[in-house]
């Protein structure tokens, strides 16, 4: 995976276009791991308050 | 016929006083929903031609960045002359978990990194503006070096991507139900005292 997305001058020399698109699937990736983690973690909560009470 | 006094139903009076607050005021719930329409028309335009969906958002990806700017440029100035900014500074006792105020920490936090990414992408949003000219803004690449464009590409993207996980989570932390309290005062601007009580209590629990 890259980070960036580059391209050449006139002079043949690289320089940087933008990021790469694939940082937006790592964000979309990101944002759908913390809502799984934090649903998961409410689910055990709950199980444990409901065994608790 | 004459009828008693004390027969005559009493006339409704003004009706029961709602047991509810006012949280947020009209304008502040505009600016929360045209700021997240224009976040959201960004994000479409920006990212999915580059994500399959093939379509040239361009020109609605800049008219919403004007408009996102106009938004910011009155929050800004409401914040500042209008309100009193400090009480958005996460304070020590917040911190410490001593003192609860209208936001919570999460909150402010949210508030904070959003402000911060949505500030750096119209900055850079507003000079590659240069790039593409657009009525009244005559094309002008030559502004900055190749290697200075690229550099306000890459920050501008990374300002977006990093936009795209926060709304992900400040929507889904808008929608669980222990939180649900805080999508219906944006949406009514109100907060039950019953709400406002099983906050605090939430707090205290901690």
Redo the contacts between chains.
Sequence with gaps: MHF?R?GH?IQGQQ?????S?D??????A???A??LG?SLW?LLRQGRDQRKS | MTVPADSIPARPARPVRDDSFLRHARTDRLFHWFTAACVLTLMATG?LP??GLKFDGTPVHWMAGLGLTALVMFHLVRSFFWKKVRTIWITRGELKGKHLGKYSVAQKGMHHALALLVFTSVCTGLVMLNRIGIPLLARNPGLLS??T???V??V???AA??A??????HI?FGL?PENRMYLKAMISGRMSRADQRKRLMAFLKR
């Design positions: 960036f580059t001058d320089v940087l276009t933008g990021i698109w940082l937006a699937w790592v964000a979309l990101l944002g759908a913390v809502i934090h409410r | 990212l580059h994500m190749l290697h464009w690229g550099l590409y890459v501008h993207g990374l991507v990093s795209v996980t926060l709304v992900m989570i889904y669980i």
